[in-house]
């Protein structure tokens, strides 16, 4: 089955050697902490990349491989005072998630996109700990290569000491497609920030 990369820059997206600008305007206005999944159901060729505006949240969504692209706020999202650092990915059978950073609560949070469908409400993952910097992994592989297909992983930094030095790298599953998630453990503890999660093609799941 082959497997289409697509690679993002700021503002833009690299599609068949052609550069498709997301949104256009001068540096003061621009978009921040955008990211580009890689879904392996390319039977539909969509993707799906979040990003951020002065603390206001959404995403941007192409069904032609990156060529166009249509922007919009998912429904729920107006409830946020502020929301930052958006990260999307997809599971095995195409479904995409959308999770951010909230104030106004103050957590995280996740919201899916059935394949072929619309965005459903956000549901919260956390609001024990002072989230920064998530990162989410959905496990894509095949039913039967993984026996935890469909399962979607978030890492994330707690910052709730408001101190980097005492930081700690916490974990959080969700094993119903975004029904429900599981209270988040510890990894590490430290001088730490930024975790990445990652599956491996037999469900093995792995934290950078």
Not at 36 to 55: C, D, E, F, K, M
Not at 134 to 142: C, L, M
């Amino acid at each position: 089955m082959k497997r289409y990369i697509i690679l993002a820059c700021t503002l833009a997206m690299l599609a068949l050697g052609a550069v498709t600008a997301l949104a256009q305007g001068d540096a003061s206005d621009a978009l921040s902490t955008e990211s580009i999944p890689l879904n392996v159901q390319v039977s539909h060729n969509g993707v799906i990349t979040g990003a951020s505006h002065r603390h206001y949240t959404g995403v941007f969504e192409s069904y032609d491989g990156g060529h166009t692209w249509d922007q919009l706020q998912p429904s729920g999202l107006e409830v946020y005072t502020k929301t930052s650092d958006p990260v999307t990915t997809f599971d095995e059978q195409g479904n995409g998630y959308f999770t951010l950073l909230t104030i106004g609560p103050l957590g995280v949070d996740m919201l899916k996109k059935t394949s072929g469908g619309n965005w459903g409400a956000p549901v919260t993952v956390d609001r024990t700990t002072r989230a920064d910097k998530q990162w989410i992994a959905g496990d894509q592989n095949p039913q039967g290569s993984s026996p935890h297909a469909g399962n979607v992983y978030m890492s994330w930094a707690d910052v709730t000491l408001n101190n980097q030095e005492n930081a700690r790298i916490v974990f959080a599953r969700s094993t119903d497609r975004n029904v429900t998630w599981s209270p988040p453990i510890t990894l590490a503890n430290g001088f730490v920030e930024g975790p990445v999660p990652g599956v491996a093609p037999d469900g093995t799941m792995y934290v950078a």
